[in-house]
């Protein structure tokens, strides 16, 4: 028995589904998991995205458990697999052509090789002429998945959601979810002139020259006026999201190793990402959901719908392209 006899199921599209398009409903509470039931392949013909987990945490300076994040991130995306994208009732499956490439493998017992193999692991990906969407872990993995994307790119602008800016001192080698940022600046990886920090809520004097939207900032002004800021920061360069989801008050995301309060709202960060049309993006990552330390799933809902809403955004951004 192939695969073409599993064209009409409806069930584990994970595996059974032929096509990189289009959707089709399955049951919320059953099935083979994959974010938003796309298909599992490592093939990367003709991909637009392709979405994988970096299960990493060992640079944590708190709560441990980030490395089970690719996994929760895909449980938490069923219902956003099931009906069009809020607001717009759009189809961004019909414009891109995404699959889960699943997790890098990764040994825990060799921590100087992480940088290497998560390095690799996106290599793979970016040389096919696919973007990358991933899924952490700690945000430590920013860093390789930086180094990756400025071979192909040059100096990044990052647009940075986190309660803390990670540009602590840096020591060379050092695996720290704190400093990555400093590493990854001194290597000219990121352009700090056109990046952007938004919902800080931590001291550090080391911020290095990137902009800084703090949250407090973030609550007196609004959505509206975080978008047009971010928008002059990062101007046509080729920007990259990552999403600490300790940006997030702990009221909306308990479920991450160093939670700050005074955070952001789902709603807002939801409204941030939506009005970033503008940006040139060449990928993004979503990080440091812990979900050992979550309420009813709820960090890995709020994860989810903005890697979910991310999507949507390079969807229509590509469907204008194409027109």
Partial sequence: MSIDDFEDMKTDQAFTRKSLYSR?????????????????????????????????????????????????????????????????????????AVTDYGDCELDYGFHGNIVSEIENHADTILDSGAEMLTFGGDHFVTYPLLRAHAKKHGPIALVHFDAHTDTWPDEDGRLDHGT???????????????????????????????????????????????????????????????????????????????????????????????????LKFIGADVVEVAPAYDHADITAIIAATIAHDYLVLRAKQKRSQDK
């Fill in 24 to 96: 089709a409903n399955e049951m919320t509470y059953g099935g083979a998991l994959s974010f938003l039931r796309r298909k599992y392949t490592k093939n990367l013909e003709g991909v637009d995205i392709a979405v994988s987990g970096i299960p990493y945490d060992a640079a944590t300076s708190f709560r441990p458990g980030a490395r089970f994040g690719p996994k929760a991130i895909r449980e938490a995306s069923v219902q956003l697999a099931e009906l069009l994208a809020f607001p717009d009732g759009i189809d961004p499956f019909k414009t891109l």
């Fill in 180 to 278: 990555m940022f400093s590493r990854a600046i001194k290597e000219n990886l990121i352009d700090t002139e056109h990046s952007i920090q938004i919902g800080i809520r931590t001291h550090n004097s080391h911020t290095k020259g990137v902009k800084i939207l703090d949250a407090p900032w973030v609550h007196e002004n609004g959505i509206n006026q975080v978008i047009k800021k971010i928008i002059e920061t990062v101007k046509d360069r080729p920007a990259y999201l990552t999403f600490d989801i300790d940006g997030l008050d702990p009221a909306y995301a308990p479920g991450t190793g160093t939670p700050v309060a005074g955070g952001l709202t789902s709603a807002q960060a939801l409204g941030i990402v939506r009005g970033l049309g503008d």
